[in-house]
């Protein structure tokens, strides 16, 4: 039995809708409006965050502008301007750091913290989530939404249990209730996909994973078995690790008009590896793979990646290894929507080097 000083007091903040309300406080003729940030729906644009007035109508972040449009034809629609997002962002962060230096940063507006001891000396972590919660709207005029739980898998689902401007705690006591209520796509890597697997087998609340025939979970979600199992018992053991290391970089572009000339495509998998291999250079990486993403006219999506040693982030070299994976693709003879480049187990060259166990040759 774990005593009351051993259990962690864990936070999951997560800014609500992040972009859209930096937008509506620095507009007021914003505020109580649809708002959505993204691109022009004309132009194959995508909806990079919505207000909550936007939600209502059923647009989410990720979809076609254009079908957002169609949602909610009074939408309003912002340019997103990522300096002014980062700035709030650098913000609330500071505020996150002076309370705690367990802070580990998953995007521009949601991190962990670990409070359990704490800055301010706060033996509860409501306590300390309600004054977080209080100083960001006072500092940034932004609000934010926040979990509390022993552990990161509970907090984060905590967070959005009550969005916006929520605060959820499942105090350790309360773990096993809460748990019963979840359905199976609670758990931490549960897709669309792996949760419908789960349904047509029988599975469809979290606490349905405990009692599951051990074959036909793992038919259903194969090496995740064990670790969804430890998440269905509400076990997570994870530390929150502040300053965590980049694991990746990439970029994409989704194109106005689909691109059929194998020569455009090749110039833009050349200027998007040559971009990755910049903020390699800012970063002082090095990389061992490269992976490119091709989306066709008609929604298939496919990626193709290349692993090889010594690692490098030589521009020409990255550049021309992302364009000899399109060879491996049907570009060119099929229209292409969007393109992606990214580039994979980083490398720090002032680090002993380590047996990567990666494979020479080309991957799928």
């Not at 505020?31 to 989410?60: H, I, L, W």
């Amino acid at each position: 039995m774990l005593t009351a000083a051993a259990i962690r007091r864990i936070l999951h903040v997560d800014m609500d809708a992040f972009y859209a309300s930096v937008e509506q406080r620095d507009n007021p003729a914003l505020r109580g409006k649809p708002v959505a940030v993204g691109g022009n729906p004309s132009e194959r644009g995508v909806v990079a965050a919505a207000s909550y007035e936007a939600r209502a109508f059923g647009v989410r972040s990720a979809i076609p502008m254009a079908r957002a449009v169609r949602l909610c034809p009074s939408l309003i629609i912002v340019r997103p301007d990522f300096t002014k997002y980062k700035v709030a962002s650098q913000a609330v962060f500071q505020l996150f750091r002076s309370v705690t230096p367990l802070v580990e940063p998953l995007s521009l507006d949601e991190a962990y913290l670990d409070v359990t001891e704490n800055a301010w000396g706060e033996p509860l972590g409501r306590a300390v989530a309600q004054r977080l919660k209080t100083e960001i709207r006072e500092s940034t005029g932004l609000t934010a939404s926040a979990g509390v739980a022993p552990n990161k898998f509970l907090a984060k689902i905590a967070s959005a249990w009550k969005k916006p401007d929520g605060l959820t705690v499942i105090a350790p006591e309360r773990v096993e209730h809460f748990l019963q209520r979840l359905p199976v796509d609670a758990l931490w890597g549960v897709g669309p996909v792996t949760a419908a697997r789960l349904r047509e087998r029988g599975i469809t609340r979290l606490i349905d994973v405990r009692a599951a025939d051990e074959a036909k979970l793992r038919d259903a979600v194969g090496s995740q078995t064990d670790w969804l199992r430890r998440l269905a018992d509400g076990i997570d053991d994870r530390p929150v690790v502040p300053n965590r290391a980049a694991k990746s970089c990439g970029n994409e572009n989704t194109f106005s008009r689909d691109l059929t000339n194998l020569d455009d495509i090749r110039g833009a998998i050349d200027d998007m590896a040559r971009g990755d291999a910049e903020w390699l250079e800012r970063r002082s990486l090095l990389c061992r793979t490269v992976t490119i993403k091709v989306r066709y006219d008609d929604f298939t999506t496919i990626t193709r990646s290349h692993s090889q040693l010594p690692a490098t982030r030589d521009p020409d070299l990255l550049a021309a290894r992302a364009c000899a994976l399109l060879e491996r693709t049907e570009a060119g003879r099929r229209p292409v929507r969007l393109l992606g480049v990214s580039v994979h187990n980083l490398v720090d060259p002032s680090e002993p080097p380590a047996d990567s166990g990666l494979p020479f040759a080309d991957n799928e």
